[in-house]
């Protein structure tokens, strides 16, 4: 199975971001229910192997504040960007990266198409109160493997 560590935004960003995007018109959009925030990438992994990785990584991790920020593209990929203003999101992407596959470029994946989003737009600000280690066998088909909080 494909896992991943993501951030799901409060239900009411969630519903305030599907509003606006509604306002764009018709799109081939993600569903809602898998919006999310990649924080890392594992690639096939074994779920028993990373729980205990993640669990380490964030020892010591402050819970950030972050909000979705304007649109963008990576080619068929429509997205919001993360606000990056709190260095305590930085650290915990720095933290759960793997491999640095790729550059971090956070990011809520909303969709899929041909024309850029043009879409100005600020989400309020919300913390991430917890981090999910979630399992993929199919595109947007995702299961919550395990919960991780941060320490008070």
């Known amino acids: ?19 606006a ?3 764009t018109g018709d799109g081939d959009w993600v569903p809602q229910d898998s919006w ?3 924080l890392g990438y594992y690639g096939e992994d074994d779920a028993e192997t990373r729980v ?8 010591g991790l402050v819970a950030p504040k ?14 919001m ?11 915990l992407g720095e933290a759960l990266r793997w491999n640095d596959r790729h550059d971090w470029h956070p990011h809520l994946t909303v969709g899929h198409g041909d024309e850029p989003l043009d879409l100005p737009y600020s989400s309020p600000e919300w913390t991430i109160d ?4 979630i399992g993929a066998r199919r595109r947007y088909e995702y299961t919550v493997v395990d919960r991780f909080g941060f320490a008070v």
């Open 1 to 19: 199975m494909r896992l991943f560590t993501a951030a799901v935004p409060p239900l009411e960003v969630l519903q305030q971001l599907a509003t």
């Open 52 to 59: 205990p990785w993640v669990r380490e990584r964030m020892r």
């Open 130 to 133: 917890e981090v999910v280690l």
């Open 36 to 38: 999310h925030i990649t």
């Open 81 to 91: 960007g993360v606000s990056r203003v709190d260095p305590a999101f930085n650290a």
């Open 21 to 23: 995007l509604k306002a």
């Open 66 to 79: 972050v909000s979705l920020t304007d649109a963008g593209n990576f080619g068929h990929t429509l997205w």
